[in-house]
């Protein structure tokens, strides 16, 4: 159950990602549910290195976090996937 937990949440939250992001992003939604699941990994493993990975309610900072890494990663990794099937396409 927690696997598809994580694929819901990458899921929901590339979507985000991808509606935040200025501009057409041309990553697959695969992908972007990958990015998504990075996302919240990252978004974790900042909340619990500054202390606020459960708080008592939503954990809003947490959630926060997790957008945030996932916008990152998803411009980044979009920016990558542009470019080597750019690459793909001129060879």
């Known amino acids: 159950m927690g696997w598809l ?18 501009g057409k992003q041309h990553s697959p939604l695969w992908l972007t549910t990958v ?4 996302g919240a ?4 493993a900042i909340a619990r290195g500054i202390g606020i990975e459960s ?16 916008v990152v990663i ?3 990794g979009d920016m990558a996937y542009a470019t080597m099937r750019g690459r793909r396409r001129r060879a």
């Open 5 to 22: 937990w994580a694929i819901i949440v990458g899921l929901v939250l590339g979507l985000l990602a991808k509606a935040i992001i200025p």
């Open 35 to 38: 990015f998504g699941i990075l």
């Open 41 to 44: 990994i990252v978004g974790n």
């Open 55 to 70: 708080t008592s309610g939503i954990d809003w900072g947490r959630h926060a976090l997790q957008l945030a890494a996932a």
């Open 74 to 76: 998803v411009f980044l």
